[in-house]
């Protein structure tokens, strides 16, 4: 693997959980889920290519990135959202907002490390990610053109 990221996408848009694999193929660990429960699922499925770590004693790598979008057909992204940060607390969660209304509420209440606003930019995406994680973790590909 490498040094890359261990990320978790779980939104029901495939076109959303393809962006992000694209965005974060280099050298990273992607789960994609395309509900709420599909996601609690990635979080407790051992990946195959990864070894059991003595030093959080599971067999699975906590997650360092989520993004979570605020439409699930299943659950809340709040829920989700909770479970996440319980699960995996040192993993950076950004939720995909559509309306900022709930924003101030993700963060402060529920533990999210800040929204991202529909529509976004690639480049809105990496300054988030870029602000919450070491430089030198984020692995990217080198040919983003386009914009979501």
């Known amino acids: 693997m490498g040094g890359g990221l261990s ?3 779980a939104s029901e848009s495939l076109f959303i959980r393809h ?3 694209y965005l974060f193929e280099r050298n990273n ?3 994609l889920a395309a509900s709420g429960r599909e996601a609690i699922e990635e979080m407790a ?3 195959g290519t ?3 770590s003595e ?3 599971k067999f699975f790598r906590p997650f360092d990135l989520v993004f979570i979008n605020d439409y699930l057909p299943d659950m809340g992204a709040v829920e989700l959202l909770e479970k996440i940060v319980s699960g995996h607390p040192g993993a950076k969660t950004f939720v995909l907002l559509t309306h900022s209304n709930d924003a101030k509420r993700l963060v402060e209440r529920h533990g999210a490390t ?3 606003m529909k529509p976004f930019t690639t480049s809105d995406v990496l300054t988030r990610v870029r602000e919450a994680l070491p430089a ?3 692995h990217i590909r080198n040919d983003l053109s386009f914009y979501f």
């Open 7 to 9: 990320i978790l996408v």
């Open 29 to 31: 660990t992607l789960r």
């Open 55 to 57: 030093t959080t004693e």
């Open 45 to 47: 499925r051992p990946p």
């Open 136 to 138: 030198e973790k984020v």
């Open 114 to 116: 800040g929204v991202i």
């Open 50 to 52: 990864e070894k059991f």
């Open 19 to 21: 962006y992000f694999s």
